[in-house]
């Protein structure tokens, strides 16, 4: 291998059914390096990174790895971890009901001279391990009481902790707040320091050019360059991604799209809360309005949301849904009444896996349905062509397992599930986290519709940015409490001074 470079890919090829998913893609990794891997969702970016920790098993090329004799062919993440590679994914992939102390050292525990785990000593090295990259946690305490943030970095000690030559972080910052983002980019720092290289996959530009020199662009399962981070501007890179030139940067909101004052209530929430999560909040939503809820992570967003549908039942206050008072105990009854809810946690409450596409998309309305009124094979496929077609969702058929489908698709995919129900409210819990630049503009285009013909949505977000662009209106939450609403002219920094200081109404 040349000096200096710890992992090279050259001619990889894969293919998945009636797919090309990587066609002679080539990567170089140096030592001491912070290597941003971009490309829209469907690129390519996941199955190469799966091609190098042994997930995939590719079909053409060759993988070196400094320090290794020979090309490399791991059949294992075990494999990779073996000759130095460690991955810590977009989704946690740990196990909620082990210790924070057991995650970390899980297939690699320490053991006592009769064999045993020696779970004292297992102990004190996570609990040095977690104080020197500043986590502060119980290590004896299990996983599942931590916050997802929490378990994400506890993922990337883990694998820091293994000594590793390549880390390849696949979209750690999806769940993290700005000062977690910036305890990950010492670590990534330090590492660098210490002539590890790293493969960072994200789709939030500004971290890119934050922390990374080099980049290298997939476009379509080909490789369409690799740059210095510093001889290529962020438009170059979004029109190398998209492979035509793209003005991202202007408001998507056509003129005139304001609240309607005048428009009736979809939403009247009145000292609505629930115990332990949300405080009790007055919330309205009009009809064609696209409400954003905003607030630092753990600010109660995702629970102000699941209250409304039901998801936690509230424990006090009145709900209006079209002007008239209703209970709602669990989300079947919000869809009877017109709901739809995205989850944040696609993985866990929005795709089922081996299902196809076609079975994800028609779930929900199969469900109001109820059991005795059964969709007809036909009718399935008519609605999941229509809105594979309406949101463009990249599969090779309907009957694709939708697994297999790249994080963005996915999204596409239980978007599309709710659309098909055609609601009056929608509830969006990050429908742009881990998407790329084009499909988020794309969903964002798709919001605005949505209002335009006449349904209220909730918009959940980390980007302020995107929310701006989208939001009519934004109510503001801190510490499980609504503190502040905002309306006229939105701006950034109007948004961060009501977060931060937790202003009233304005």
Request: glycine share 8%; aromatic share 4%.
């Amino acid at each position: 291998m040349q000096d200096n470079v710890v992992l090279t890919m050259r001619g990889i090829c894969m293919t998945f059914p009636g797919v090309k998913a990587l066609e002679n893609v080539d990567f170089t990794l140096r030592k001491g390096e912070i290597h941003a891997l971009m490309g829209e969702n469907g690129a390519g970016k996941s199955t190469l990174i799966k091609c190098l920790t042994g997930i995939n098993d590719f079909e053409a090329g060759e993988i070196h790895v400094d320090g290794v004799e020979g090309t490399v062919k791991n059949h294992s993440t075990l494999d990779a971890q073996k000759v130095g590679i460690s991955t810590v994914y977009q989704e946690v992939n740990l196990c909620p009901n082990l210790s924070v102390a057991e995650n970390l050292y899980i297939g690699r525990e320490p053991l006592t001279p009769w064999r045993s785990i020696d779970r004292r000593a297992m102990i004190k090295q996570a609990e040095e391990l977690t104080k020197r990259l500043d986590i502060k946690v119980d290590v004896t305490q299990n996983l599942e009481n931590y916050s997802l943030a929490i378990q994400q970095m506890i993922a990337i000690a883990r694998a820091v902790d293994m000594k590793c030559k390549v880390l390849i972080l696949d979209e750690p910052t999806s769940s993290l707040d700005d000062s977690e983002v910036e305890k990950l980019f010492n670590m990534m720092r330090n590492l660098k320091e210490q002539g590890v290289g790293i493969i960072f996959v994200t789709h939030f530009l500004e971290q890119v050019y934050a922390v990374c020199d080099r980049i290298t662009v997939l476009r379509n399962g080909t490789l369409v360059g690799e740059y210095p981070v510093a001889e290529l501007p962020r438009v170059k890179l979004v029109a190398a991604m998209m492979g035509k030139d793209f003005d991202d940067l202007a408001s998507i909101k056509p003129e005139g799209f304001k609240v309607d004052e005048n428009a009736p209530c979809q939403i009247e929430a009145e000292g609505l809360s629930h115990y332990g999560t949300i405080k009790p909040f007055d919330l309205k939503i009009h009809k064609g309005e696209v409400i954003g809820l905003t607030g630092l992570l753990g600010s109660g967003r995702s629970e102000l949301a699941r209250t409304i549908y039901g998801a936690d039942k509230a424990n006090t206050g009145t709900l209006k849904v079209a002007g008239k008072q209703v209970k709602i105990n669990q989300p079947i009854d919000a869809m009877n009444l017109g709901m739809g809810l995205l989850p944040d946690d696609r993985k866990a409450e929005g795709i089922i896996g081996n299902l196809s596409v076609r079975e994800n998309i028609i779930l929900a309305l199969q469900a109001k349905r109820g059991m005795f009124r059964q969709l007809s094979r036909a009718k399935q496929e008519e609605i999941a062509d229509h809105y594979i077609d309406i949101v463009r969702i990249k599969t090779a058929s309907r009957e694709t397992p939708i697994a297999q489908l790249s994080g963005g698709n996915q999204q596409k995919a239980i978007l599309a599930r709710w659309l098909a129900t055609d609601p009056d409210f929608l509830i969006l819990d990050e429908p742009t986290r881990g998407i790329d630049v084009g499909t988020k503009t794309e969903i964002q285009k798709l919001i605005i519709q949505l209002a335009s013909e006449g349904k209220s949505i909730m918009f959940i977000s980390s980007e302020i940015e995107e929310m701006l662009r989208t939001c009519n209106r934004m109510a503001v939450l801190r510490d499980g409490e609504k503190v502040g609403e905002l309306d006229g002219e939105l701006t950034q920094e109007r948004v961060m001074s009501a977060i931060a200081g937790g202003a009233k109404n304005e």
